[in-house]
C-alpha cells in the first residue's frame, strides 16, 4: 500500500489480525527486513511495516534535501494514521526506537506502548560517551564517502558489536537478499541521509519526562554491554525509572532469533 505524505511516498505492508502493532526498523532495513520476526507476530497482532522514506519502494520528492528525525516520526505517525485511529503498539529497533520514542513525544496519541530496542538516541549518554561515539560516526560517514558501502559496512558491523559469522541463529531463517542492488542503494542512502539525522536529534531525557505512552526500554541479551546502543537502553531505563527488558540474541536479535524475539515480545505486551 502506499501513502502520500509531505516531501515524500511511503510504501507500507499490513498483516495478521489484533492490535495494530507497528514495527521501525534498523539501519537500511525496509518493509521487509524483518519478515520471519513478523511471520511469527500476525497470529496476535495487525503487524504494519514500512519502507522509511527514501528506502526501497518509498521515495522522496527531492533526495538532496536533508531528511530530519522529525519528518521520519511524521511518517511513521501518518502510516498508523492510514491503518487505525486507535492508538497503537510500536516495536522500534535502534534507529527505528529513536523514531519511536520521538513520536511517543511528539504524537502521544498515535502509540499507547513502545518497546524501544537499543535506541540509538545519542543525547542520553553523557557528553563524553556522546562525543565519541559521533566522531565515529562522522567517521564511518567519510569512509563511505571515500569507498562506498562496502567498506563501511564491517566498521558499522563493528560499531555494533555484530560479528554475522560467529553470531548464533534460530534454524530455518528466510535468507536476506544479497548487498547488492536496493540493499546496497539503502546502506548509501542510510550513510548518507539516515546517518546524518541519528547525528542531529536532539532529544535528551528530559524530553521523556511525563510520557502518556508506556516505553519499555529493551536490550538484546548477547550485546555487548559497553555498545553505545545498549548503553542507550539502560539510560532510558533510568531516566524512566523502568528496568530494560532483555531480549534474545544481540543488537540484531530480532533478525536472528525471530521466533524467540516475537515470544519475548509477546510476554512483555500481555495485554496492554
Known sequence: MWLEVDGAKLYYQVEGAG???LVAQSGEGDADRSVDLVRHLVDSFTVVTYDRRGLSRSTVDDPSRPVSVAEHDRDAA?????VTAEPALMLGCSFGAMIGLRVAVDHPSSVRLLV???PSVLGLLPADERAAVEARLVGLQEVHRAAGWQAVVPLLQE???IDPASQEREPDLTPQSPLAGHRAANFDWFFT??????LANDMTAADLAGLSTRVIPAAGAATNPSMFDHRCAVLLGSALGVPVAEFPGAHNGNLTHPRAFAARFKHLVGNP
Not at 501518518?78 to 492510514?82: K, S
Not at 541521509?193 to 541519528?198: A, G
Open 78 to 82: 501518518a502510516v498508523l494514521a492510514a
Open 159 to 161: 560499531l555494533l558489536d
Open 116 to 118: 524501544a530496542h537499543e
Open 193 to 198: 541521509q539516515d546517518c546524518s539525522s541519528l
Open 19 to 21: 492490535p495494530v502493532l
